[in-house]
């Protein structure tokens, strides 16, 4: 049974999260083309796509990797590579649950399919994470990811040192002896198995000690960023955000064009060229960054040629789509591939 309808992930998580897999030796590039997946963008929402894709993609990917628990593995190096701009303000945050209240304030940036709530008993604090995913395979790595994470969050944000004192998962306790020590040895505290919820139990106190990293003016400058994103995902999809959304399907299909666009929308190139001037844009812009963004994917990945990656952008010879990527980011493609950035 997939995650309900309605739920979502964000597309810039997702891609990190086939880079994640490429690194750990998974054959992203060929289960994306085995199974014909692709990052489509909700229509009305085009910062994220639907969660049930995504849950068939870990369901997929993550079977691909060696690793018992790959969720918990993942936790272990790369909660800051995934989360980015959340990450750095939970860390850059005062205290400890300031941290926590950015974290729940933000989740909305990164997905819907879980939500996070702190609650209070005596003397006690309880982060728990209201889970919506169903596959009990993907649940349970995702889990794992997710709780690490946190319990790393709280066990060295600050000078006390270990203060998760309880873990609970929502899944079944494993199988074999082995397996439930690597959970019991990362965790560093008793695991709890066929909980209600995952969740997190720490000492109350803990929420008013100071974080070591905390920069408030740093913390001040990405959280205005991040209430700025929270903003404009929360307003209505524009007239441009459509186009985006065309331009993205026809490039995978090695069929855009302004007039596929315009006929895709049932309107004619003129009055296409006229409501994106409206907006402050143009067709040639769009398809420009677009181009942009899958060309830099594609590099990243490291599978195909240039050459391959020129024809993908629309591109004859591959000297024209090097002088052409040279004029956007300044690097040829291959220096691109070698250091990596994203396009600004």
Sequence with gaps: MAVSAGFKVSIEIVKKLLDLGRQYGVDVDGLLKEYDFRIQPIKGDPAYMPAEDVEFMLSVGLRQMSDPLPGLTLGVVSQQQLFGLVAFLAQTSSTVGACLEKIMQLEPLISNIGKTCLEYSPGEAQLIWHCHIQDPFVRTHVGSFILFTYTQLINTGTQAGHLVHEVHMAHPVPKDRATLDVYRNAFNCPVIFNARHYRVLFPATAVDLSVNTADPMLNTVLAEHAQKLLEERAKPASFTDEVRLHIQKLLQDG??????????????????????????????????????????????????????????????????????????????????????????
């Design 255 to 344: 069929n855009v064009s302004r007039e596929n666009v315009a006929a895709m929308l049932n309107i004619t190139s003129r009055t296409l060229h006229r409501k994106l001037r409206q907006e402050g844009t143009s067709y040639g812009d769009l398809l420009s960054r677009l181009r942009l963004e899958r060309s830099c994917d594609l590099l990243r990945q490291g599978a195909q040629s240039v050459q391959a990656i020129a024809r993908d952008a629309g591109f004859d010879e591959a000297h024209s789509f090097t002088r052409w990527f040279r004029q956007m980011t300044g690097l040829s493609p291959s220096e691109y591939r070698q250091k990596g950035p994203d396009p600004e």
